[in-house]
């Protein structure tokens, strides 16, 4: 089983959709998570942190359930510029070095 | 805004060859990493140093050594390229405290040929 795992898509929705990323984690000891965005031939980019209590920002939202060791973001009224690869990511457990353990990425594409 | 910074956006190296990448990070992280990024297999970690003089071998260590003789800097070197070599390279850097604690900041990459 991967470390993380993630639905690869790709997800084509037209503008305006509401679109949703599930990600499934397997080590129970990870205490930080996180969304990264990246763009064709870019690098990684933090989206937001994923907090315990869900957190919001703008049209994207972010929850957690530790119980079940899954991970969503969701995406409120998709924009053209949205469109790119989603990174789900969690901290390697123990701390080590700060290690960090990226899924495989889903990617999403948000056409007119 | 935390900057990082790699040498090269794009290079071309002879199978052999020497080859050494440059990262460096403005904000003082003591964390810092190498990852190649190769399609579909995702980011894989080459390795990873949490201190000067420090290092720890990632996942797909095997060809490449570092260097980290200061904190701002994280060099990749690949002893004798190899065409399977040929990837997108990442360096990124963290913090171990404050608000953006194991938030990882990358730099724009190097695209590395190995012909």
């Known amino acids: 089983r991967k470390e993380v795992e993630q639905d690869p898509g790709p997800f084509n929705v037209p503008e305006g959709a509401t679109v949703a990323f599930n990600c499934t984690y397997s080590?129970?000891?990870?205490?930080?998570f996180f969304w990264y965005r990246q763009d064709c031939r870019k690098e990684p980019k933090l989206l937001m942190s994923?907090?315990?209590s869900g957190n919001e920002d703008g049209r994207f939202t972010a929850q957690l359930n530790r119980a079940s060791q899954y991970i969503s973001l969701l995406i409120r009224d998709s924009k053209l510029s949205d469109s790119a690869t989603y990174l789900c990511?969690?901290?390697?457990?123990?701390?080590?070095?700060?290690?960090?353990?990226f899924g495989q990425g889903t990617e999403l594409s948000v056409k007119p | 805004d935390v900057k990082v910074t790699q040498s090269s956006r794009y290079l071309v190296k002879r199978t052999g060859e020497k080859v050494f990448l440059e990262c460096v990070q403005d904000?003082?992280?003591?964390?810092m990493f190498w990852y190649r990024q190769d399609p579909g297999l995702g980011l894989r970690l080459i390795y990873f140093?949490?201190?000067?003089?420090?290092?720890e071998k990632g996942d797909i260590p095997e060809g490449y050594s570092v260097s980290r003789e200061k904190k701002e800097r994280f060099s990749l070197i690949l002893e004798s390229a190899s065409t399977n070599q040929t990837s997108m390279y990442l360096c990124?850097?963290?913090?171990?405290?404050?608000?953006?604690?194991?938030?990882?900041?990358f730099g724009a990459g190097t695209r590395l040929s190995v012909l």
């Open positions: 990124a850097s963290s913090s171990i405290t404050g608000g953006d604690k194991n938030i990882q900041y």
């Open positions: 080590n129970s000891a990870s205490q930080s």
């Open positions: 994923v907090y315990s």
């Open positions: 990511v969690v901290n390697a457990p123990y701390n080590q070095g700060g290690k960090l353990i």
């Open positions: 904000m003082d992280h003591e964390n």
């Open positions: 140093s949490y201190d000067v003089k420090m290092k």
